[in-house]
């Protein structure tokens, strides 16, 4: 397979407002026909990159390529990039069709190419049934997919998505999201979507961006960032993880209680500075072999059960926090644990990750 | 409700109802009223030369509403785009003649317009030496004065869906490849129309039956409608006619809010999603 192509280069791209620094000197790839996230808490600067690369912002320093061409000053209706708005932005005077045709108006397009276009882009939504309908006369759903679908017929080089499914149910949620990979698929664009949800980013993204406080902590595929987090924060902010906390050794972490938590220790850390040993649940397994590297034992306070698996609160020595454990129902059919039981639980070295405290 | 039957019944209907009924006398030889019925007072509403006082009425009255509307909407638009905090003070300084006395603020205009007035003096201080423009006493006198008066109102009625549309809707039109001339056109014009409509008819309203402007802008030659009425009750002491005029009046007015509420019912709907903007 060929190195795939980049699309979009944000190169050193800063933004200040006023003394405050929304986006500080980010640096990103994104390759063509990918589905990107841009990840981080309210505030991390998500949205004003994605701002600007709609173009509603102007970057205070750096520079936005696309297809190697500058467009950081390019005005929103010159670049072939479209946004779709978490509010939807859907014209309410207008019609479902008038609200999709509005671009392609814009872009001077003979009616009839208009027509068949937005007729195609309709079937694909399915909202062929709604075309008359106006905006408020539409679920939040359908809103949604009128949103995608104005966004859509355009066919831009890239589409942004701000939190497209902030505004829809869990349930429904979830069905959008693989919509949305299946549209992505099927309409070959580039999608870059912003969101606060980090579940929502691993379930869609080709690749992801972790941002916090304007900067670029990591960038990489859902599973590279989830099993090897770039540091503390993003260990914490993806999926759940257990913490240890304690003191960097050669070959490990020694923790409050001196226990040795045995894991790789990364080269920036000097023996004796405060570092945290970090594993997954799921990596955790109860009644481990004698072989296990780390071993402890715990007392369960709680458990919840959650259908494929089962989550437990397991109080243990080792951090000021209870762990989480989570178990397969199979696992806990073969061997039951309750409430008040003391365990033993243990986990290899090679799931730990070490991180600077 | 009842209460406000009583006060709506005590206040509004029965005076305009003893008007009405007085439409349909003759006028007594020496002023006064002769009581018995004729149509003849409609009749002469019609007449050409107080037809074309209606005529002339309407024409100043959709002069002064078209500058108001276009002056009023530019203002509340640019009050709209401030930064928030500062809004409500430019509304404030917007508002602030309106607090004024009417007959103040119109004679303020007559020191404004003066032959040796202010204009003239400033037009004087950058060298010019003609004859003073005439423009006291003039259809103009009145419409600015006009406009002057009722702008405030616009500038109220055209700032609240202003504020309040959706910023994004813009956003979303330029995202589309609208200019920002298009967008204004076909996005933020068609949603803020019905403040438009509020604020011209009650410039509308307020002018065509005005007749402190005409009669101080104007000249003392210079009718409105509103001069007519004032000088049939007053000056020529014809009661019956007078109220015919004042019927007539109160029928134009009356068809000018019918149309407006119609066209901001069918409005409604798009105004308050267009509020909203967000679903969470």
Redesign the interface.
């Given at each position: 397979m060929s190195e795939p192509r980049t699309l979009l280069a944000i190169d050193q791209v800063s933004k200040n407002f006023g003394r405050v620094t929304a986006v500080d000197a980010i640096s990103l790839d994104i390759r063509e026909n990918e589905f990107f996230a841009l990840l981080g808490p309210s505030g991390c600067g998500k949205t004003t990159l994605l701002r600007m690369l709609?173009?509603?912002e102007t970057p205070t320093d750096g520079r936005i390529l696309l297809d190697g061409k500058d467009i950081a000053r390019t005005?929103?209706?010159k670049r072939p990039v479209?946004?779709m708005?978490?509010?939807?932005?859907?014209?309410?005077?207008m019609s479902v069709r008038a609200n999709v045709s509005?671009?392609l108006e814009?872009?001077r397009l003979p009616a009839k190419e208009i027509r068949s276009r937005v007729d195609a882009i309709l079937a694909t939504t399915e909202l062929v049934a709604f075309a008359d309908r106006?905006?408020?006369q539409l679920s939040?759903g359908q809103?949604q997919r009128v949103a995608l679908a104005?966004?859509l017929v355009?066919r831009p080089r890239l589409l942004l998505l701000d939190e497209p499914l902030?505004?829809l149910d869990k349930k429904l949620r979830g069905a959008m999201q693989l919509e949305l990979k299946r549209l992505q698929h099927e309409v070959g664009i580039t999608f870059v979507i912003v969101t606060h949800d980090q579940e929502e980013s691993l379930v869609m993204a080709d690749r992801m961006a972790v941002l916090k406080d304007g900067r670029l902590l990591q960038c990489d595929t859902p599973h590279a960032v989830y099993e090897h987090p770039a540091d503390r924060f993003v260990a914490d902010f993806i999926g759940v993880m257990n913490f240890i906390p304690g003191k960097a050794s050669a070959d490990g972490v020694m923790a409050a209680n001196g226990a040795r938590i045995a894991g790789k220790v990364p080269a920036a850390l000097t023996s004796g500075a405060p570092a945290v040993a970090s594993v997954r649940p799921e990596r955790i397994r109860l009644f481990p072999s004698d072989e296990t590297a780390n071993r402890t034992t715990g007392m369960v306070e709680a458990l919840a059960y959650q259908g494929l698996d089962l989550q437990l609160h397991i109080r243990t020595p080792l951090s000021p926090k209870p762990f989480l454990v989570r178990v397969t129902a199979d696992a806990a059919d073969r061997r039951p644990v309750a409430s008040g039981d003391q365990v033993e639980l243990g986990w290899d070295a090679a799931d730990v990750r070490i991180f600077a405290d | 409700m009842a209460p406000a039957l009583v006060w709506l019944t005590a206040l509004m209907v029965v005076p305009c109802a003893l008007v009405l009924a007085l439409a349909f006398f003759r006028r007594g030889i020496y002023g006064g009223i002769d009581y018995t019925f004729t149509l003849e007072n409609f009749g002469l509403v019609f007449d050409p030369l107080y037809a074309g006082i209606f005529l002339k009425s309407a024409r100043i009255a959709g002069t002064a509403t078209l500058f108001a509307v276009v002056i009023g909407y530019a203002a509340a638009y640019a009050i709209a785009a401030a930064p928030r905090r500062w809004q409500p003070i430019f509304l404030f300084f917007a508002v602030l003649p309106f607090w004024s006395n009417y007959l103040i603020r119109t004679y303020a205009w007559i020191v404004l317009l003066n032959r040796e007035g202010l204009i003239t003096q400033l037009l004087r201080w950058f060298g010019y030496t003609g004859e003073p423009p005439s423009m006291l006493y003039t259809e103009g006198a009145v419409i600015a004065g006009l406009v002057y008066n009722y702008l405030p109102f616009v500038i109220l009625a055209c700032y609240a869906p202003l504020s309040r549309l959706?910023p994004?809707?813009a956003?979303?039109?330029?995202?589309?490849?609208?200019?920002a001339a298009?967008t204004f056109r076909?996005?933020i014009l068609?949603?803020t129309v019905p403040g438009i409509a509020a604020g011209a008819v009650f410039v509308f309203v307020l002018s065509i039956g005005n007749f402190v402007t005409p009669a101080l802008l104007g000249g003392g030659r210079f009718q409105m409608i509103g001069n007519l009425v004032y000088d049939q009750f007053l000056t020529a002491n014809d009661w019956p006619f007078g109220a015919a005029l004042a019927m007539a009046l109160i029928a134009i007015t009356l068809l000018v809010l019918m149309a407006q509420a119609m066209a901001a019912n069918r409005a409604s709907?798009?105004?308050?999603?267009?509020n909203g903007?967000?679903?969470?």
């Amino acid at each position: 397979m060929s190195e795939p192509r980049t699309l979009l280069a944000i190169d050193q791209v800063s933004k200040n407002f006023g003394r405050v620094t929304a986006v500080d000197a980010i640096s990103l790839d994104i390759r063509e026909n990918e589905f990107f996230a841009l990840l981080g808490p309210s505030g991390c600067g998500k949205t004003t990159l994605l701002r600007m690369l709609a173009g509603f912002e102007t970057p205070t320093d750096g520079r936005i390529l696309l297809d190697g061409k500058d467009i950081a000053r390019t005005p929103p209706n010159k670049r072939p990039v479209n946004l779709m708005f978490q509010s939807y932005a859907l014209f309410p005077h207008m019609s479902v069709r008038a609200n999709v045709s509005y671009g392609l108006e814009m872009e001077r397009l003979p009616a009839k190419e208009i027509r068949s276009r937005v007729d195609a882009i309709l079937a694909t939504t399915e909202l062929v049934a709604f075309a008359d309908r106006k905006p408020e006369q539409l679920s939040g759903g359908q809103k949604q997919r009128v949103a995608l679908a104005r966004a859509l017929v355009k066919r831009p080089r890239l589409l942004l998505l701000d939190e497209p499914l902030g505004a829809l149910d869990k349930k429904l949620r979830g069905a959008m999201q693989l919509e949305l990979k299946r549209l992505q698929h099927e309409v070959g664009i580039t999608f870059v979507i912003v969101t606060h949800d980090q579940e929502e980013s691993l379930v869609m993204a080709d690749r992801m961006a972790v941002l916090k406080d304007g900067r670029l902590l990591q960038c990489d595929t859902p599973h590279a960032v989830y099993e090897h987090p770039a540091d503390r924060f993003v260990a914490d902010f993806i999926g759940v993880m257990n913490f240890i906390p304690g003191k960097a050794s050669a070959d490990g972490v020694m923790a409050a209680n001196g226990a040795r938590i045995a894991g790789k220790v990364p080269a920036a850390l000097t023996s004796g500075a405060p570092a945290v040993a970090s594993v997954r649940p799921e990596r955790i397994r109860l009644f481990p072999s004698d072989e296990t590297a780390n071993r402890t034992t715990g007392m369960v306070e709680a458990l919840a059960y959650q259908g494929l698996d089962l989550q437990l609160h397991i109080r243990t020595p080792l951090s000021p926090k209870p762990f989480l454990v989570r178990v397969t129902a199979d696992a806990a059919d073969r061997r039951p644990v309750a409430s008040g039981d003391q365990v033993e639980l243990g986990w290899d070295a090679a799931d730990v990750r070490i991180f600077a405290d | 409700m009842a209460p406000a039957l009583v006060w709506l019944t005590a206040l509004m209907v029965v005076p305009c109802a003893l008007v009405l009924a007085l439409a349909f006398f003759r006028r007594g030889i020496y002023g006064g009223i002769d009581y018995t019925f004729t149509l003849e007072n409609f009749g002469l509403v019609f007449d050409p030369l107080y037809a074309g006082i209606f005529l002339k009425s309407a024409r100043i009255a959709g002069t002064a509403t078209l500058f108001a509307v276009v002056i009023g909407y530019a203002a509340a638009y640019a009050i709209a785009a401030a930064p928030r905090r500062w809004q409500p003070i430019f509304l404030f300084f917007a508002v602030l003649p309106f607090w004024s006395n009417y007959l103040i603020r119109t004679y303020a205009w007559i020191v404004l317009l003066n032959r040796e007035g202010l204009i003239t003096q400033l037009l004087r201080w950058f060298g010019y030496t003609g004859e003073p423009p005439s423009m006291l006493y003039t259809e103009g006198a009145v419409i600015a004065g006009l406009v002057y008066n009722y702008l405030p109102f616009v500038i109220l009625a055209c700032y609240a869906p202003l504020s309040r549309l959706n910023p994004e809707l813009a956003e979303a039109s330029r995202d589309l490849g609208a200019s920002a001339a298009t967008t204004f056109r076909r996005v933020i014009l068609p949603l803020t129309v019905p403040g438009i409509a509020a604020g011209a008819v009650f410039v509308f309203v307020l002018s065509i039956g005005n007749f402190v402007t005409p009669a101080l802008l104007g000249g003392g030659r210079f009718q409105m409608i509103g001069n007519l009425v004032y000088d049939q009750f007053l000056t020529a002491n014809d009661w019956p006619f007078g109220a015919a005029l004042a019927m007539a009046l109160i029928a134009i007015t009356l068809l000018v809010l019918m149309a407006q509420a119609m066209a901001a019912n069918r409005a409604s709907g798009r105004v308050t999603e267009a509020n909203g903007g967000a679903d969470g």
